[in-house]
């Protein structure tokens, strides 16, 4: 029998979607393997309320690590914390979300704890008393399927992947000592545009490409986004590398890699590498003047010609449809 | 300054996959390698810090097969001073085994700086930069876009869903790099023809033992073929009426 530990990641007190989403995930695991979810909350006093919610999503148990510092993503202490409350005891699995905490702090844990990790993984299981996870690598163009052969694997969970529903679990709140140490420290926070969606966490994305033609078309792009009812604004490598937009928003093998409900791909032909970040959308469509362009391949539902034309349309009737 | 840089030998972002022989590793026939492109920024960041101190040394760590020596090259020809393959027969899937043989090797080196890539390309990761600091007991920052460094401490930018994270840290550290960094240089001929007398230290690599397999490699599953709605604006109605009603997604 061996429990699952979620580090789950916290902002202004407030639990992220992910970690719901990875408790969910930690829920299924820990019944396969038997055992109990613990999901840790690290923050700054008081933030064991935000955790008071978690046993609806599957976790028995709340912990909760409280620190000053803790208040924002302390590398050190979190990571130092959660292999303290591992070394403890009873653990097989520590998950987190592959966001960009998780992924800075899944590796440090794992280098402490001296366990394996797989990271960014869509599946896990356990088969045969091992556990095993399921991971898209080279951006998305194969998956990887992995064995542990160790009694503690670390695993990040990629956003998106797993929709929580309902658990009813005790998630009974109780406080762990926070180890607090800081070789590096987070100084500031610089907070994006008010209300600005990650392309990577968000359920609606339009990108642009250099069909576009120059920056200040991106405003077609921005329009769209917002009839969507705040949808995130994605781009092509091409036009990152141009230096229209910034690279916080390429979708594809060296940007981000995505999961919406909807992708809309405006002026962008579908490179190899671009497809490959966001060919796991619900549904796809795209907007291109060439009927050849790639990008066709693998959307949903295309429409061939001037997107100057095509796209304040679509902004139109989208508007409508969501009035109405 | 020293500063070491980790490189790694990966397909071309282009590359169209096909499964190997074993079901579980790509075939390798016809592709094209290339230096990590994440791996890029933090040689070029090694080089300015290195010319910026007026001196020092960048050495460029690879482990891998033989054919990684050419990785190494390719970063010599940028500007680095000399390589070290840990050589192994592949690279492992579990990223702290090959994090163990990397921290073997840098333990000792006196170096001021040690900078990766912030994931390689092929197995996405994000792993071996942060394994190796914490392994080495060193400050890590990873996924920087900005780096001031002066009298011995640094100041580090890296990108967050919705904002930027400004950290500070002490040297000798472990940063890795995400793209904007810097715009790595091309090689220059000159460059390239140095880059062949440079010396590469080739050892075999002290591989932590692989607790991690890969037990099978495939394709994803094909998306279901599309349509073309139409074409032009007058195809908008159509398409928002699909997006309702079909995919309801709106």
């Given at each position: 029998m061996a429990n699952v530990l979620v580090v789950t990641e916290q902002r202004g007190g407030a639990l992220r979607k992910t970690s719901h989403e990875v408790v969910w995930a930690a829920r299924a695991l820990a019944d396969a393997m038997?055992?109990?979810?613990?999901?840790?909350?690290?923050?700054?006093?008081?933030?064991?309320?935000?955790?008071?919610?978690?046993?609806?999503?599957?976790?028995?148990?709340?912990?909760?690590?409280?620190?000053?510092?803790?208040?924002?993503?302390?590398?050190?202490?979190?990571?130092?914390?959660?292999?303290?409350?591992?070394?403890?005891g009873g653990y097989g699995a520590v998950l987190v979300a592959a966001t960009a905490a998780g992924r800075d702090l899944a590796p440090r844990i794992a280098a402490r704890l001296d366990a394996p990790l797989a990271t960014d993984v869509t599946a896990v299981g356990f088969e045969g008393g091992k556990l095993t996870a399921t991971r898209p690598v080279y951006a998305g163009k194969a998956l990887q399927q992995v064995r542990f052969d160790a009694p503690l694997a670390v695993v990040s969970v990629r956003p998106n992947t797993f929709a929580p529903g309902k658990a009813a679990k005790a998630g009974a709140v109780s406080k762990v000592a926070a180890v607090a140490a800081a070789r590096v420290v987070v100084r500031e926070v610089k907070a994006a545009e008010q209300g600005k969606l990650d392309v990577a966490e968000a359920s609606v994305v339009v990108s642009g490409g250099?069909?576009?033609?120059?920056?200040?078309?991106?405003?077609?792009?921005?329009?769209?986004?917002?009839?969507?009812?705040?949808?995130?604004?994605?781009?092509?490598?091409?036009?990152?590398?141009?230096?229209?937009?910034?690279?916080?928003?390429?979708?594809?093998?060296?940007?981000?890699?995505?999961?919406?409900?909807?992708?809309?791909?405006?002026?962008?032909?579908?490179?190899?590498?671009?497809?490959?970040g966001m060919r796991t959308a619900k549904v796809i469509v795209a907007i291109n003047k060439d009927k050849d362009a790639p990008i066709f391949q693998v959307a949903d539902y295309g429409i061939v010609g001037d997107l100057f034309e095509i796209v304040p349309r679509l902004t139109d009737e989208i508007a409508k449809a969501k009035a109405g | 300054m020293k500063i070491a840089v980790c490189v790694k030998r990966v397909p071309d972002t282009e590359t169209r996959i096909r499964i190997g022989g074993d079901g579980a590793s790509i075939d390798e026939a016809g592709v094209k390698f290339i230096v990590n492109p994440y791996d890029e920024f933090a040689i070029e960041e090694a080089l300015q810090r290195r010319d910026k101190a007026g001196g020092g040394e960048v050495v460029v760590v690879a482990l891998g097969p033989d054919t990684a020596q050419e990785t190494i090259r390719s970063a010599l020809a940028m500007g680095a001073d000399r390589g070290v393959l840990l050589k192994a027969d592949r690279i492992p899937a579990d990223a702290l085994a090959v994090a163990k043989?990397?921290?073997?090797?840098?333990?000792?080196?006196?170096?001021?700086?040690?900078?990766?890539?912030?994931?390689?390309?092929?197995?996405?990761?994000?792993?071996?930069?942060?394994?190796?600091?914490?392994?080495?007991?060193?400050?890590?920052?990873?996924?920087?876009?900005?780096?001031?460094?002066?009298?011995?401490?640094?100041?580090?930018?890296?990108?967050?869903?919705?904002?930027?994270?400004?950290v500070e840290f002490a040297l000798p550290a472990v940063l890795t790099a995400e793209k904007g960094l810097n715009t790595p240089r091309y090689p220059a001929l000159k460059g390239i023809m140095a880059a062949k007398k440079k010396p590469v230290e080739i050892k075999p690599a002290a591989l932590g033992e692989a607790r991690m397999a890969v037990t099978s490699l495939g394709l994803p599953p094909d998306r279901k073929a599309g349509r073309i709605v139409g074409e032009g604006a007058d195809a908008v109605p159509e398409l928002v009426r699909l997006l309702r009603t079909e995919a309801k997604v709106l």
């Open positions: 038997g055992g109990s979810v613990d999901a840790l909350v690290l923050g700054a006093t008081g933030v064991d309320a935000a955790g008071a919610k978690l046993g609806d999503v599957g976790a028995d148990r709340v912990l909760v690590a409280e620190d000053a510092s803790f208040d924002r993503y302390a590398p050190c202490g979190y990571a130092g914390t959660a292999a303290a409350v591992v070394t403890a250099r069909g576009l033609k120059g920056p200040e078309h991106f405003a077609l792009i921005e329009n769209l986004a917002k009839a969507l009812g705040g949808a995130a604004v994605g781009a092509s490598r091409a036009v990152v590398d141009a230096g229209w937009r910034p690279h916080a928003e390429q979708v594809g093998q060296t940007g981000k890699t995505v999961s919406p409900q909807l992708y809309v791909a405006v002026g962008i032909s579908g490179a190899i590498q671009h497809l490959a | 043989a990397l921290a073997a090797e840098l333990k000792d080196g006196g170096y001021d700086l040690v900078l990766c890539g912030k994931m390689a390309v092929d197995d996405y990761n994000h792993g071996v930069g942060p394994m190796v600091a914490e392994l080495l007991g060193l400050p890590c920052v990873t996924a920087i876009s900005k780096l001031e460094l002066e009298g011995g401490k640094g100041v580090a930018e890296r990108e967050i869903e919705g904002g930027v994270e400004v």
